[in-house]
């Protein structure tokens, strides 16, 4: 299923408590594809908090507590990490991360937590969802295979990649532009990990995050900018992020599309997709009070220079991503409804 879906189906858990219709989650995928940065982005938009546990680092007297000697009686130390809604509030999310690493003495510990929401006299408060993720057994991390009862008590969705989700992420979160245009001009770059050969560096979601941050700290020193790249998404990508990025010293001036002056495309493919990845950039910042020109202006004239492309598609791409960045208001410009006709018989994609 793709992100964007995983993301409905987590903000409908998570509310359901309220109904008492939640059901436990379990989130399968392998390395990089962001489990657990989608449990952490409801967390922040629901403004509850996140408990993150381990289970692989954990033993099961963590979970279940510590016996104690009360009068005659041994009772339980209910521990500290778990919900309480005197401390941590009524509403969260109790997230059972790398959980398919967890020893089976673990894996045992958590059944009642889950299912029951209980472990002897402790109660997961009413409002808290429960969410899990793992890696599954082919994606060469350490794994147990997750026993039937536990396997039971969850609602299972794999996680798969999609770079249309990833794009409209990676703008709002600030990820430079040329990574963006390199992902959408070689795709398949997105997530290429190959579990029989298990390296050290391969291309995900989070190792681009990686990229973006190495850009930012080497981009002005090309004798260590390759090198860094490389360290993040593996030798190969690394080398071809690198020549990508030296190759926009060709692109035309943004400053002079975004004033709706007459700019050529280039010719190149990839300078394309860079051209296209750096006006949707300039169309988020537009949105900023303060600009030089109004936002409307700005979004026509980047439409108008989106009917300029020699292959519609790479128009359709652009005004497709910019819609998913800054919504509905890019139907109210002028300029929209001429675009719109001019790629009539090209489907806009979501």
């Given at each position: 299923?793709?992100?964007a879906q995983?993301q ?20 399968w995928?392998p390395?990089?594809?962001g489990k657990?940065?989608m ?7 629901h403004e ?7 289970l692989?680092?954990?033993e ?5 507590g510590i016996?104690f000697r009360?009068?005659g009686?041994?009772?339980?130390a ?8 005197e401390?941590?509030g009524?509403?969260g999310?109790l997230?059972l991360?790398?959980?398919?690493s967890?020893p ?7 059944y ?7 472990l002897?006299e ?8 429960i969410?899990a ?8 991390g350490?794994?147990?295979t997750m ?16 770079l249309?989700?990833?794009?409209a992420?990676a703008y ?7 990574v963006i ?7 398949e770059l997105?997530?290429?990990?190959d ?10 979601p989070?190792s681009w995050?990686?990229a ?5 700290k ?7 900018l390759q090198?860094a ?6 030798p190969?990508?690394?080398i ?12 035309p001036?943004?400053d002079?599309?975004i ?6 495309v ?7 997709y860079a051209?296209a ?7 988020i910042r ?7 020109l109004?936002?409307?202006r700005?979004l026509?004239?980047i439409?108008?220079?989106?009917n300029?492309?020699?292959?519609r598609?790479?128009?359709?791409m ?6 998913r960045?800054?919504?509905e ?5 002028p300029e929209f409804?001429d675009w ?5 018989d090209?489907?806009l994609y979501?």
């Amino acid at each position: 299923m793709r992100p964007a879906q995983i993301q409905s189906v987590l903000e409908r858990e998570f509310t359901s408590t309220a109904e008492g219709h939640h059901t436990p989650v379990m989130l399968w995928g392998p390395p990089g594809v962001g489990k657990s940065q989608m449990v952490a982005q409801i967390g922040q938009r629901h403004e509850a908090p996140v408990i993150d546990i381990r289970l692989s680092q954990m033993e099961p007297s963590d979970l279940r507590g510590i016996p104690f000697r009360n009068g005659g009686q041994v009772e339980w130390a209910i521990p500290a990490i778990l919900p309480d809604a005197e401390r941590h509030g009524s509403h969260g999310i109790l997230f059972l991360d790398e959980i398919t690493s967890a020893p089976p003495s673990v894996s045992a510990a958590a059944y009642q937590l889950i299912l029951d929401r209980r472990l002897g006299e402790y109660f997961v408060p009413e409002g808290w969802a429960i969410f899990a993720a793992g890696n599954r057994q082919g994606d060469k991390g350490v794994t147990y295979t997750m026993p039937a009862p536990l396997a039971n008590r969850f609602s299972h969705f794999e996680v798969e990649t999609h770079l249309d989700d990833w794009v409209a992420w990676a703008y709002q979160a600030g990820i430079d532009e040329r990574v963006i245009a390199f992902l959408r001009f070689r795709p398949e770059l997105l997530f290429d990990f190959d579990p029989a050969h298990n390296p050290a560096a391969f291309p995900s979601p989070r190792s681009w995050e990686f990229a973006h941050r190495a850009l930012q700290k080497f981009g002005d020193d090309p004798s260590l900018l390759q090198g860094a790249l490389q360290a993040c998404v593996g030798p190969a990508a690394g080398i071809e992020l690198a020549a990508f990025v030296t190759s926009l010293d060709k692109m035309p001036d943004l400053d002079d599309i975004i004033a709706g002056n007459e700019v050529p495309v280039p010719d190149e493919i990839d300078l394309q997709y860079a051209v296209a990845a750096a006006l949707v950039g300039r169309a988020i910042r537009a949105r900023d009070p303060g600009g030089e020109l109004g936002l409307e202006r700005v979004l026509g004239n980047i439409l108008n220079y989106a009917n300029r492309f020699p292959q519609r598609e790479m128009g359709v791409m652009l005004v497709s991503d910019m819609h998913r960045a800054i919504g509905e208001s890019l139907f109210q410009v002028p300029e929209f409804a001429d675009w719109a006709k001019a790629v009539s018989d090209v489907m806009l994609y979501e």
